[in-house]
């Protein structure tokens, strides 16, 4: 079971990015999937997650509105879509996966993880 996460790189304030995650190893139409993100010296807080089918989504209150998480089980890939980048939201983004269709805002509820991919939102 492998997960990929990519996209990440720097990006003014204001500006828009979107990861990708890439699944292999498992059906990823029965795996919710979380993206969870880590800033320095601070701990890992939730991001957003998407059930297994892609009926339901979560996101934490911070990128709330700003945010799009989609996944194509076709591809095996879940992506995060975020507008309007503060400097708040630099961190390594890590993208999870769980076996089961529901998805969870904690981590500790994850089966799986992809190795990271950096955000740096920066003028």
């Known amino acids: 079971v492998q997960l990929q996460a990519s996209g990440g790189g720097l990006v003014q304030p204001g500006g828009s990015l979107r990861l990708s995650c890439t699944a292999s190893g498992f059906t990823s139409r029965h795996s919710a999937v979380g993206w969870f993100r880590q800033a320095p010296g601070k701990e890992r807080e939730f991001v957003a997650a998407i059930t297994g089918n892609g009926e339901f989504t979560y996101y934490y209150p911070s990128v709330k509105g700003r945010s799009t998480i989609s996944r194509d089980n076709a591809k095996n890939t879940v992506d995060l879509q975020i507008n309007s980048l503060k400097s708040e939201d630099t961190a390594v983004y890590y993208c999870?996966?769980?076996?089961?269709?529901?998805?969870?805002?904690?981590?500790?509820?994850?089966?799986?993880w992809g190795q990271g991919t950096l955000v740096t939102v920066s003028s």
């Open positions: 999870a996966a769980r076996t089961s269709n529901w998805a969870r805002t904690s981590g500790d509820e994850y089966n799986y």
